[in-house]
């Protein structure tokens, strides 16, 4: 978790997901998600990232 950001009910984080694929290679992907909390449950959870950041990495590890 690179930032952490809270208001109300709604909370923000960004962060780095790393992937390891079976061939051993990593996907390193910035991401930002947001959730939604009522009574202590999440209720919305939401992920957002660039897509084709994921695939031309993936792309590099399939060679």
Request: net charge negative; hydrophobic share 45%.
């Amino acid at each position: 978790m690179t930032n952490i950001a809270a208001t109300g009910n709604v909370v923000l984080n960004e962060r780095i997901d790393v992937f390891t694929h079976e061939s051993g290679g990593e996907i390193t992907l910035p991401v930002m998600g947001t959730v939604t909390i009522e009574d202590g449950v999440i209720i919305v959870w939401r992920d957002y990232f660039d897509p084709g950041d994921f695939d031309r990495q993936l792309a590099a590890i399939k060679g």
